[in-house]
């Protein structure tokens, strides 16, 4: 950052830290132990996708990645695009197997951001539910490097259960790099597996 950055209050964008997924499992244990939610075993990444056969050829290899454990009871990631026209890769575990998930998760964008492709990740989604049937899902957001909570109302439609995502902000807060500014918890309607 130079000295006009710094006078102009311009700042640095913060470099995405991939490896900061694996702090989900121990933010399972903090959900589940001071709120009752468990994971369900979906995850999700959710990318812009590109024309031209390098990025094709990018996700096909992403796919077969993830689909190497299929002929032992694995069961397919599934693909889908959204009706904003962005791209969804859903990986499915047990619950127990959310380590796996993370792991998944986790290769799907260093492949993508090894080939080039980074500037086309969004985010990453891990869901958790409660007993009363709550859905939480703890959304990385890959340009900033940080997470945040989002919570839809149970029932359908497009409303959040803003509370419980402050009140699990603050429960998060030391076992992930939980995003502060409120303006970027964007709404993940229709995600697959939330």
Known sequence: MGFLD???????????DLDQLFGIPSAALTLEAAAGFTPTGLGSVCFAAVEGGA?????????????????????????????????????????????????????????????????????????????????????YLYKRGTFYPFAPMPGGGERRNSPLELQMKGMLANDLRVEQDLSRWFPVWGAPGL
């Open 6 to 16: 710094a006078l102009l209050g311009r700042s640095k964008p913060v470099k995405p």
């Open 55 to 139: 990025f094709h050829e990018v996700e096909r290899q992403v796919r077969a990645l993830l689909d190497a454990d299929t002929p032992e009871g694995g069961v397919p990631v599934e693909a889908s695009r959204d009706e904003y026209g962005y791209s969804w890769l859903l990986a499915r575990h047990l619950p127990e197997e959310l380590p796996e998930l993370v792991n998944d998760l986790h290769a799907v964008n260093s492949e993508l951001e090894a080939n080039g492709f980074g500037p086309q990740l969004l985010c990453s989604i891990v869901a958790f539910k409660n007993d009363e049937g709550q859905s939480l899902g703890l959304v």
